[in-house]
């Protein structure tokens, strides 16, 4: 049996409904916790070699820092975004990074992120202070990985310059 969902695990899917209509599989991507489709070729890769014959742009080839290689040479920078719940990740974060990761970066960054509820640089930003943070930093995390790329995050504490209102 897959390790992972399928779309057939969905009962509700209205090709299931019909049986003169068969169902053409679209697979899980491996791994992830939520059935979300295998990219057939991930975005952010190039065909290689390029249609015209010249070589893979330099930004298209993979990198690798010591253990973990990135598919591409494309990072997103960590963007605060004033939109947690008491430090939890939001719809709004999932939407935020889900939009740029679906285009192919090779590393997205988690903005920078409080290790104390304290150190936040404003009461809506992302903490990590909390067993119940790990569950919507996973879902992102996980989409990434569907998407063969990597994530990181910025551990933050704001010091003295916090504030008790978002910009
Ligand atoms: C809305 C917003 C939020 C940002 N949040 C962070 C952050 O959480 N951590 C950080 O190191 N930089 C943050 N930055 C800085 C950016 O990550 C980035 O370094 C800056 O926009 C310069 O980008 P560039 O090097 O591509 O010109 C933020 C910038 C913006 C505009």
């Given amino acids: ?6 779309e057939d695990d969905f009962p509700g899917d209205v090709a299931s409904e019909k049986p003169q209509q068969k169902s053409i599989p679209s697979p899980g991507a491996p791994g992830i916790s939520y059935y979300t489709p295998v990219q057939n070729y991930p975005s952010g890769t190039a065909a290689d070699p390029q249609p015209d014959g010249r070589p893979l742009p330099k930004l298209f080839t993979p990198l690798k820092i010591r253990g973990l290689t990135m598919q591409n040479r494309i990072m997103l920078s960590p963007l605060c975004q ?25 590393l997205a960054m988690v903005e920078s992120t409080a290790v104390l509820p304290e150190g936040r640089v404003t009461p809506q930003c992302s903490g990590i202070w909390l067993d119940s943070h790990i569950e919507p930093l996973k879902r992102i995390t996980d989409f990434a990985h569907s998407q063969g790329q990597k994530m990181g995050i910025q551990l933050g504490h704001g010091g003295r310059k916090v504030s008790i209102v978002a910009p």
């Fill in 1 to 6: 049996m897959s390790p992972h969902k399928s």
């Fill in 82 to 106: 004033y939109s947690a719940e008491n430090g939890h990740h939001t719809l709004w974060h999932f939407a935020h990074l889900g939009g740029i990761i679906s285009r192919g970066p090779g």
